[in-house]
Structure formats: structure tokens, C-alpha cells
């Protein structure tokens, strides 16, 4: 059994900064590849970003470069840094693992962006 938790998310103003973390409860290098969603109200979940075993990393084009996704393998983390932040950046932000056809959920964390 795989367990993800996120953490990191809240109420930001726009134009600040946050960093998303997800823990993984086993070796994050089992896994194929890691990632970010985020389904805003209303709106259908979106990929965010990737990073696979190998490190390479993917991005919506929507984020690319105020997105960065970064892993720490001494403490299965993977976390997603978002600068910048802009109204519509406010989802649930979702963390995703897949070990082959398997994919594995966290329960989320929001994130709002407002003055």
C-alpha cells in the first residue's frame, strides 16, 4: 500500500511564493514517475508537473517557469515550488505517484490565491 500526504498549501497574496510537499511512505525511487495536479473549482483535474526516476522533469505549459518540481530521496519527498502566484493558480493541488499501470493518490491541499 502507497500513502501520499501533501502539505504546504493555504492563502497566499498574489505574487508570493509556496512550497508544496508530498511524503511518501515508501522509497520514491520504486516509483516510475511522481507528480503534480490541481483541479481548480469547477474546472476538470490538469497535470501540473512530472519528474521520473531518472529526474527528468515535465511541465504544463500554463506553469513553466514559475513551477518547479524537486524531489529528496533521503526523505521520500517530492515538492513543488510555485512562484509568482497568480489567482487562477487557486486548486487543489493533487500528488501522484505510478508504479507501472498503478497510480496512487494523495487526498490533496489547497491552495488559495487572494488579497
Known amino acids: 500500500q502507497v500513502q501520499l500526504v501533501e502539505s504546504g498549501g493555504g492563502l497566499v497574496q498574489p505574487g508570493g511564493s509556496l512550497r508544496l510537499s508530498c511524503a511518501a511512505s515508501?522509497?520514491?525511487?520504486?516509483?516510475?514517475?511522481m507528480g503534480w495536479y490541481r483541479q481548480a473549482p469547477g474546472k476538470q483535474r490538469e497535470l501540473v508537473a512530472t519528474?521520473?526516476?531518472?529526474?527528468?522533469?515535465d511541465y504544463a505549459d500554463s506553469v513553466k517557469g514559475r513551477f518547479t518540481i524537486s524531489r529528496d530521496g533521503a526523505a521520500n519527498t517530492v515538492y513543488l515550488q510555485i512562484y509568482t502566484l497568480k489567482s487562477e493558480d487557486t486548486a487543489i493541488y493533487y500528488c501522484t505517484a505510478r508504479i507501472l499501470r498503478y497510480a496512487f493518490w494523495g487526498p490533496g491541499t489547497q491552495v488559495t490565491v487572494s488579497s
Open positions: 519528474i521520473n526516476v531518472g529526474g527528468v522533469t
Open positions: 515508501r522509497n520514491i525511487f520504486d516509483f516510475n514517475g
